[in-house]
């Protein structure tokens, strides 16, 4: 089964500063989608950034960017210029690539809490 | 606007009780999903929808029920034999076949407490 794994509970940055938020992921599948989703404390999740695994390309979104790396099954979140309004619990999400069934279902990360500093 | 509506927000509920959330989408979208979220555990998928008068069993689908009776509407209650219901409940929505990427559109949630 596969597995989503987030290894830092908290994190805390400096405005206008960068930080890195940590995936890992265990799956034998080849072709599959990974997530960044954000969850401020309003409470409604919403999409941050979308990997396929078989791009080699990094995906980025404005000041968010991912560094995935398929052979480590890794997939860490990069917030540049972070702001106030980046204070959030982010998952990291995994799906297999072949759509149907519970196979289109999400597989999240624990979350990790980001506090943004003034 | 498009999206998605979950109600109560805050919900008591006594033990022995019977409760239902209420989700509804504006969005078209064909399949809907409940998640429960508790501290420090994550999303986990209790059921899910992927058209009308069908749905599935999630991961931790003991003691919950679902019904799809509209495409509008995914309805959750939450049952006595449901042993920790105390949660977070997020309802989660999406398009499905090939031109599904994996994005889900959530509501803002529904918090249960048992007293």
């Known amino acids: 089964a596969q597995t989503v794994t987030q290894s830092q509970p908290e994190m805390s940055v400096q405005e206008a500063e960068t930080v890195t938020l940590s995936c890992t992921y265990d799956t034998s599948e080849s072709d599959y989608y990974l997530f960044w989703y954000k969850q401020p404390p309003s409470r409604q999740m919403i999409l941050v950034i979308r990997?396929?695994?078989?791009?080699?390309q990094n995906a980025t979104e404005n000041r968010f960017s991912v560094n995935f790396q398929k052979a480590a099954k890794s997939f860490s979140l990069k917030i540049s210029d972070s702001q106030l309004g980046d204070a959030a619990m982010y998952f990291c999400?995994?799906?297999?690539?072949?759509?149907?069934?519970?196979?289109?279902?999400?597989?999240f990360g624990k979350g990790t809490k980001l506090s943004v500093k003034p | 606007d498009g999206g998605i509506t979950q109600s109560p927000k805050y919900l008591f509920r006594k033990e022995g009780q019977n409760v239902t959330l209420s989700c509804e989408q504006n969005?078209?979208?064909?399949?809907m999903y409940w998640y429960r979220q508790d501290p420090g555990q994550g999303l986990r998928l209790i059921y899910y929808s992927q058209i009308v008068n069908d749905f599935q069993k999630g991961d931790i689908a003991e003691g919950y029920s679902v019904s799809r009776e509209k495409k509008e509407s995914f309805p959750l209650t939450v049952t006595s034999a449901q042993k920790n219901p105390t949660a977070f409940y997020l309802c989660a929505s999406s398009i499905t076949g090939l031109r599904f990427s994996g994005e889900l559109f959530f509501g803002e949630g529904s918090r249960l407490t048992v007293l």
């Open positions: 990997q396929e695994a078989y791009k080699q």
């Open positions: 969005l078209n979208h064909d399949a």
């Open positions: 999400a995994y799906r297999r690539g072949n759509y149907g069934g519970s196979q289109g279902n999400l597989i």
